[in-house]
């Protein structure tokens, strides 16, 4: 059975810093796409940065240059390094695991991830 426990979310002023980590159990993550997303209130659930398999990372726009995904083989776990938070990142984020191994296409897209986290919050003040 698969299991993603994300854990690290907050309250956090706007320009501080986060550190979410996703544990993972039942697959390994190394060969899969790993991905954190983020659903704010009344919005859709949006992407935020994937690792890939094969070490590629892929960020969204809104968040480039700030969040820095990473991924530790022999812990099983991926995580999201948020700096210079702004209010517009408060969010639930959640970890996905792409079922399907090996896989490169895609992977900034909701509807490829079959395993899902129970979501942590982020709320940045201003």
């Known amino acids: 059975q698969v299991q993603l426990v994300e854990s690290g979310g907050g309250l956090v002023q706007a320009g501080g810093s986060l550190r979410l980590s996703c544990a993972a159990s039942g697959l390994t993550i190394s060969n899969c796409a790993t991905a954190w997303f983020r659903q704010a209130p009344g919005k859709e659930r949006e992407f935020v940065a994937v690792?890939?398999?094969?070490?590629?990372?892929l960020y969204a726009d809104s968040v480039k240059g700030r969040f820095t995904i990473s991924r530790d083989n022999a812990k099983n776990t991926v995580s999201l390094q948020m700096n210079s938070l702004k209010p517009e990142d408060t969010a639930v984020y959640y970890c996905a695991a792409d079922a399907t191994p090996y896989r490169i296409v895609g992977v900034a897209t909701t509807s490829l991830y079959h395993y899902w986290g129970q979501g942590t919050q982020v709320t940045v003040s201003s």
């Open positions: 690792f890939t398999w094969n070490g590629n990372t």
